[in-house]
């Protein structure tokens, strides 16, 4: 059903002035005054502070497909009919939220990752380009070796994206998903369920693993992507993600970088199989200080790899069988 109608009077004043961008008194009685592409320029200036004309543009892009279905050919077709009255509404207020930082993918509601639709909210991070690289690579290595994980664990697994994402690469694998926050898992639980994805959820504090795990149980793989951002990297970030998102999973403390890769390593070097692999995602600063720590606590074939930047971002290890 064609969604653009033509513009139908309105004589109720309030709701006339909220869409003519004019003054009040010279406000004609139409309730829709400006066309789609006069929208988008609101969208241009009034974003300014936070994204450039052209991640503006995009974000626009990105709210007519979701509200109306459009692609970018058909904006350039019809960039100059106007939009129903609701229609403008939900773009101002989607705008209105855009104005406070608010991430685009907390307003719709979800996130892509690797080709999933994942449900996400302030309770977890927006899955990221770099982890679907951290996936790729768990995924093509143990492919290209002809080996099937038997037990995976995802440790800070947030929305559930890396868990999931192997559960579907590994179907015959068990797959477990810790996380501190009942109500990441809560979210997580949702997205695996959307996705016909069995995971076994575990709500716990990894610094605290070695009352949580027995002694026997073992991993093929464990992998995480940790809090690992510091306190004097802050000034780096965009507003949107330190308004929004949840502080717990992204921030650890100065004087301590590699906690979280310190603690998760001591539990793979208890519960990771022989020749059992870890895998984590890590701040690009400290590529090298992880991978010596890793080798220290008896890990071999360390590996540094590079994300789409070349920035230091994955590291691979597997445990001795010693």
């Known amino acids: ?108 509601g979800y996130a892509w990752f690797m080709g999933m639709r994942l449900a996400v909210n302030e309770s977890v991070l927006i899955p990221r380009p770099e982890t679907e690289e951290l996936v790729h690579l768990i995924i093509s290595g143990h492919q290209a070796a002809g080996s099937m994980p038997r037990r995976i664990i995802d440790i800070g697994t947030g929305s559930g994206c890396i868990s999931i994402a192997l559960k579907k690469a590994f179907p015959d694998s068990s797959v477990y998903a810790l996380d501190i926050s009942a109500a990441a898992l809560r979210v997580a639980k949702q997205n695996a369920d959307a996705q016909s994805a069995a995971i076994n959820f575990i709500n716990a504090d990894v610094l605290e693993w070695d009352v949580i795990f027995q002694e026997g149980q073992v991993f093929d793989i464990v992998v995480s992507n940790p809090p690992y951002i510091t306190a004097n990297e802050q000034h780096d970030m965009h507003p949107n993600v330190l308004s929004h998102e949840p502080h717990q999973a992204l921030f650890v403390d100065t004087s301590t970088p590699l906690l979280f890769y310190e603690h998760i390593a001591a539990f793979a070097q208890k519960h990771l199989h022989p020749n059992g692999d870890l895998y984590f995602e890590i701040n690009r600063s400290y590529g090298q200080a992880v991978c010596d720590l890793l080798y220290k606590k008896g890990f071999q074939h360390v590996s540094l790899h590079q994300d789409m930047q070349q920035a230091d971002r994955m590291i691979h290890a597997t445990m001795s069988n010693n």
Request: hydrophobic share 40%; charged share 25%; aromatic share 12%.
């Open 1 to 108: 059903m064609e969604r653009v109608s033509q513009v139908q009077p309105f004589g109720n004043e309030s709701v006339t002035n909220r869409y003519c961008f004019a003054k009040p008194k010279v406000c004609c009685m139409f309730v829709l005054m400006h066309p789609v592409a006069y929208i988008e320029q609101r969208f241009v200036n009034e974003l300014a502070s936070l994204y450039d004309a052209g991640e503006a543009r995009q974000l626009y892009s990105l709210l007519l497909e979701e509200r109306l279905g459009w692609s970018r050919r058909d904006y350039l077709i019809r960039k100059h009919e106007h939009l129903p009255e609701q229609d403008v509404d939900w773009l101002l207020d989607t705008l209105s939220s855009l104005k406070k930082a608010m991430p685009i993918q907390y307003i719709l």
